[in-house]
């Protein structure tokens, strides 16, 4: 909405401002965590009102959990808000990527808050059965592919880029839509699974976001691209006011999701950022680059398959607990050291997600 303003800077020329990506991501990232910061303590209140007893916490969790029984949940409808007014608000309407990502951003939030819906009504951890959600997810994977396929130039439709690599670029022909869902599904999924902890997943989103921020800003720009010997994508230099938004809007959140958390993110905020992230890294063609800045994600992902294939194939448990921030917290580590420690592990590995942007 404000972007329309930069048309007055003929006659006005502080009006300027508003043609900047720059300005208008660090607006939007602003404007999202004042939102999230206003709606919280109602959200909280009326969540609290709506929910009761809270969020049903796993009997078979750490012992230590049980003290956070009577926490509400669909705290993500705090970050959903936030992102979207702040999207609204600053980016160019007219920007295909925007209503694409966007939308996928919405689409995953709702199947997270009919799963928190359903957990909370009939009070046990069950949600949408496991096949349910993962064919409802593939489905929207499927469209929001076709989509990114569309707007893409039709040499880089479905083709992989490595990182750290200047000039090698792999086609994957008709395998690509498969592997947009596996990134896609499995990002959503492996953000649920590292919610697990007050504070934990929201920093490593912060940060795999901002990896994303700079690389939308870059190869949207023809000269910045071209210097770092990055494919050029035009129009996606948009998307970095939406992750401006949703960094904003994921800080407000971590406001009253820090240890001890007023409000859990549920799985209407977890799928909905793993969605976006996801919808992300492949409208920026940085797919691989991802599961570098989002490593903590992978690792949780990995913990709890290793864990249930091992358990089904030998009858034996690799970890104590999974996912892995549980086994640590079974290995005697404070739920305040994990998180930190989660923390630390997700900016080093969004430093090294950047370099890959100049180490070619």
Request: charged share 15%.
């Amino acid at each position: 909405m404000l972007f329309w303003l930069s048309y007055l800077a003929q006659d006005i020329s502080v009006f300027n401002v508003f043609r900047y990506l720059t300005f208008r991501a660090g607006g939007a990232l602003v404007t999202a965590f004042m939102i999230a910061l206003l709606i919280g303590p109602a959200l909280i209140r009326h969540l609290k009102q709506m929910q009761g007893a809270g969020q049903p916490i796993r009997s078979a969790g750490p012992e230590t959990h049980q003290a956070k029984k009577g926490t509400p949940t669909m705290g993500g409808l705090m970050i959903i808000v936030a992102g979207v007014c702040a999207t609204f608000l600053w980016a160019r309407w007219t920007n295909p990527y925007i209503w694409l990502v966007l939308g996928v951003f919405l689409a995953f939030g709702a199947v997270g808050f009919l799963d928190d819906y359903l957990k909370l009504t009939r009070r046990n951890t069950a949600g949408i059965s496991g096949k349910k959600r993962l064919l409802v997810e593939f489905f929207m994977s499927f469209v929001a592919c076709l989509g990114m396929i569309y707007l893409e130039d039709g040499s880089m439709a479905t083709t992989l880029t490595i990182p750290f690599f200047k000039n090698i670029f792999l086609d994957l022909g008709w395998f690509y839509i498969p592997f947009v869902l596996f990134v896609m599904v499995g990002t959503a999924n492996a953000v649920n699974l590292t919610d697990g902890l007050d504070g934990l997943v929201s920093v490593p989103v912060i940060m795999t976001t901002l990896v994303f921020m700079v690389i939308a800003y870059v190869i949207g720009r023809i000269d910045y691209a071209t210097y770092l010997q990055l494919h050029h994508i035009r129009d996606a230099g948009e998307l970095a006011v939406f992750c401006g938004a949703l960094i904003g809007g994921t800080l407000g959140f971590l406001w009253y999701n820090a240890h001890p958390a007023q409000v859990f993110m549920g799985d209407t905020g977890s799928l909905a950022l793993g969605g976006a992230l996801g919808a992300l890294a492949v409208a920026t063609k940085h797919e691989i680059v991802l599961a570098i800045a989002g490593g903590v994600f992978v690792a949780e992902a990995l913990s709890d398959i290793i864990q249930v294939g091992s358990y089904k194939l030998r009858g034996k448990r690799v970890f104590l607990m999974a996912p892995l921030h549980h086994h640590f917290e079974k290995k005697g580590w404070s739920e305040t050291t994990v998180v930190v420690r989660f923390w630390i592990i997700s900016i080093l590995l969004a430093l090294l997600a950047l370099a890959t942007l100049k180490l070619r």
